[in-house]
């Protein structure tokens, strides 16, 4: 069964159950910059200054931050952690940042709306 979780004290207590770690990366946009949330587990928080893999930013990646600043993003954006009901014995880390306006029914404008940043290539010029 969906869970939405709205609370500050609900989302603290389902992450750090998990040993999870607020994390949020800034994403330059030509309208506004937008900040995006994640949730790391374990030992994944300890390359969150400088991620590897395909998620790495050319503007700085994931950093961890607070849990009052990302509580306090979270709610800015208006979204709600959506959540499965645990299996007997096990602590599911699956979850969802959804619309709270929508009552979770629609995914974030982050997730449908790629940054709109544009990658030129070098020039001639720009390698003297």
């Not at 910059?33 to 790391?40: E, G, V, Y």
């Not at 400088?50 to 790495?56: A, H, K, L, Q, Y």
């Not at 208006?78 to 940042?97: A, C, H, Q, T």
């Amino acid at each position: 069964m969906v869970r939405h979780l709205t609370s500050r004290e609900d989302i603290r207590v389902w992450a750090t159950a998990r040993a999870g770690n607020p994390m949020i990366m800034d994403m330059p946009d030509i309208r506004e910059d937008r900040r995006l949330l994640q949730i790391t587990f374990g030992q994944h928080a300890l390359n969150a200054e400088r991620n590897e893999g395909s998620d790495v930013n050319p503007y700085g990646g994931w950093t961890l931050s607070s849990w009052d600043e990302w509580l306090d993003e979270l709610e800015k954006q208006n979204l709600v952690i959506e959540v499965n009901d645990d299996p007997p014995g096990s602590l599911s880390k699956d979850f969802r940042l959804v619309s709270r306006s929508q009552g979770g029914a629609q995914t974030t404008d982050a997730a449908r709306q790629p940054a709109n940043i544009t990658i030129q290539s070098p020039t001639p010029a720009d390698r003297n």
